[in-house]
């Protein structure tokens, strides 16, 4: 795709944001179903917390997708993690490489740092980019409280 551009989250994107939120937290790449109020905190977070960024991908004008990543000091690793929280792109521009480039993107703007990133394993366009990017499956399983 032409004139694709991958640019931090502004204030702009919060209307389109919470629409993707919604589709993707609605969706079954996530276990959770999320809420307007959630979404409402997510871009809040974007805007005044230092430990949350948001990246978006556009063409033309048009947010086709997004990324929330959050950063974090990890013991196992000894050093700084961003957790990739959301990945998302918008139906009608999957399968086009567009995920892809978003990954390389994200990480070239945070180059030495690890990432974690979590993946329902029913998710296998998602598991195979994942895969093909580098990261791979550790032996753990999540627990939430």
């Given at each position: 795709m032409?004139?694709?551009?991958?640019?931090?989250?502004?204030?702009?994107?919060?209307k389109?944001?919470?629409?993707?939120?919604n589709?993707f937290?609605?969706?079954?790449?996530v276990?959770?179903?999320g809420?307007?109020?959630?979404?409402?905190?997510?871009?809040?977070?974007?805007?005044?917390?230092?430990?949350?960024?948001?990246?978006?991908?556009?063409?033309?004008?048009?947010?086709?997708?997004?990324?929330?990543?959050?950063?974090?000091y990890n013991?196992?690793?000894?050093?700084?993690?961003?957790?990739?929280?959301?990945?998302?792109?918008?139906?009608?521009?999957?399968?086009?490489?567009?995920?892809?480039?978003?990954?390389?993107?994200?990480?070239?703007?945070?180059?030495?740092?690890?990432?974690k990133?979590?993946?329902?394993?029913?998710?296998?366009?998602?598991?195979?980019l994942?895969?093909?990017?580098g990261?791979?499956e550790?032996?753990?399983?999540?627990?939430?409280?």
């Amino acid at each position: 795709m032409k004139d694709i551009i991958f640019r931090k989250y502004c204030i702009k994107d919060n209307k389109r944001l919470k629409e993707m939120m919604n589709y993707f937290y609605h969706s079954p790449a996530v276990f959770t179903d999320g809420s307007a109020r959630i979404f409402s905190k997510n871009v809040k977070a974007l805007t005044f917390n230092p430990s949350v960024r948001g990246y978006v991908v556009e063409n033309n004008n048009i947010v086709m997708g997004y990324a929330i990543i959050s950063k974090m000091y990890n013991t196992e690793f000894g050093k700084k993690v961003f957790y990739l929280e959301d990945l998302y792109i918008d139906e009608k521009y999957r399968n086009k490489g567009i995920g892809d480039q978003f990954i390389s993107y994200i990480i070239s703007k945070n180059k030495n740092l690890i990432f974690k990133l979590e993946v329902e394993d029913n998710n296998e366009q998602a598991i195979k980019l994942y895969s093909k990017k580098g990261f791979k499956e550790f032996p753990y399983k999540i627990m939430v409280k």
